[in-house]
């Protein structure tokens, strides 16, 4: 099991200190251990929340207490009134922005059948189009400067899907693609763009996917495969495999410092295995071994 870090022993990553970088989604999880790990090198982290204030003011105070200045920036990826808030707030309060840090998101689950559309648009609005126009905003700032990285934080979800999840895993595909697009436009100007694909982390995201799949599949014709598949995945949580989001954080942070990052990082609770498997075995044994797996625990 990997060991947990704080920002007190976060080891120094050159290239990061005085940088100016926006994290959302950073009051839990990956994006909170993502602000810690860059406030102990240095940066100014604007610390986004939405609902979690608190949250986000204790991560904030631990930037500052690493030896980073924090910025607390509140504001609904799913709203454009508030995503231009968003932008602006931190360019402000940053003094311009380095890196943007696309981590918010969220994962509901059930079978498609049962998932109402209001739901798969929420979804596609926090984890694509929040990201997407956070983006938008970004990019003239980063061509002007000549300089750049927007880091969008997708899965191993986003290579492969699972049974109960077509929602979450149809908006980390979307990711994919989209990051491939940006960056290669984004080239000639010198914005580098960078996917992080996590594997099992421990986290709220695992909680919120397990109770949303039982509120909408739990009692439905679904409902026998929709248990098995929820008790799989608190099992995964609870299990070896799962990393803690400082695992991810970590690699964020050195993809940001790195002078030539690659386009993709796999990381954390056997990311790089899964994506090793899926290349090399056929859908058919793929989907074989997903759907085993997904009623394994029951």
């Excluded at 109402?116 to 700032?141: F, H, K, T, W, Y």
């Excluded at 109770?211 to 439905?220: C, E, M, P, R, V």
Aim: proline share 4%; hydrophobic share 45%; aromatic share 6%.
């Amino acid at each position: 099991m990997a060991q947990q870090q704080t920002a007190a022993d976060w080891p120094k990553i050159a290239d990061l200190e005085g940088k100016r970088i926006l994290i959302t989604g950073a009051s839990t999880g990956i994006g909170a251990a993502a602000a810690r790990a860059f406030g102990a090198n240095g940066a100014r982290v604007g610390v986004h929340y939405n609902a979690s204030r608190d949250k986000a003011e204790l991560v904030a105070g631990d930037v500052e207490a690493a030896g980073g200045k924090a910025v607390l920036i509140g504001g609904d990826v799913t709203k454009s009134a508030e995503i231009k808030r968003i932008m602006a707030g931190a360019a402000a309060g940053l003094g311009g922005l380095d890196v943007l840090v696309n981590n918010a998101g969220y994962g509901s689950y059930g079978a498609l059948e049962d998932v109402p559309m209001d739901e798969g648009r929420c979804q596609g609005e926090v984890n694509l189009m929040g990201l997407a126009r956070l983006s938008q905003l970004v990019i003239p700032l980063m061509r002007a400067q000549k300089s750049g990285t927007i880091v969008n934080v997708t899965s191993v979800g986003g290579k492969l899907g699972e049974p109960f999840g077509s929602w979450y895993h149809a908006t980390k595909f979307a990711v994919e693609g989209l990051s491939d697009c940006m960056r290669l436009e984004l080239k000639p100007f010198g914005v580098r763009v960078i996917v992080i694909e996590p594997g099992a982390i421990r986290s709220e995201w695992n909680e919120i996917a397990r109770d949303s799949l039982i509120a909408q599949s739990g009692g439905t014709a679904y409902g026998p495969y929709a248990r098995r598949h929820a008790a799989m995945l608190g099992g995964a949580e609870a299990s070896s495999m799962a990393s803690p989001p400082e695992v991810v954080a970590r690699t964020i942070g050195k993809a940001v410092a790195a002078r030539n990052p690659r386009p993709r990082y796999a990381t954390g609770g056997g990311a790089k295995l899964i994506m090793f498997l899926t290349w090399l075995l056929p859908d058919r044994l793929t989907d074989r071994l997903l759907w085993r797996m997904s009623q394994s625990v029951g």
